[in-house]
């Protein structure tokens, strides 16, 4: 995984962004959002996100 691959473009979040919420305890998508804000404008890159998480807990 790339960390500073931009996942979601309108606030600049990167994947590395995401991780870190996910290793701060963060377990859904909600929780993920509510932390970095991602998804909140257009909501193109849920779906992305939503995957992500998965990988990231099922590979914790």
């Known amino acids: 995984m790339d960390a500073d691959e931009i996942i979601?473009?309108?606030l600049d979040i990167t994947k590395g962004?995401?991780?870190d919420a996910v290793n701060s305890g963060?377990?859904?998508f909600s929780e993920v959002q509510e932390m970095t804000q991602?998804?909140?404008v257009c909501?193109?890159?849920i779906e992305d996100v939503e995957n992500l998480i998965d990988e990231l807990i099922?590979?914790?």
Do not use: E, K, L, N
């Open 43 to 45: 909501g193109a890159c």
């Open 58 to 60: 099922a590979s914790a």
């Open 26 to 28: 963060a377990r859904s």
């Open 17 to 19: 962004m995401i991780r």
């Open 38 to 40: 991602v998804g909140t």
């Open 8 to 10: 979601c473009s309108c």
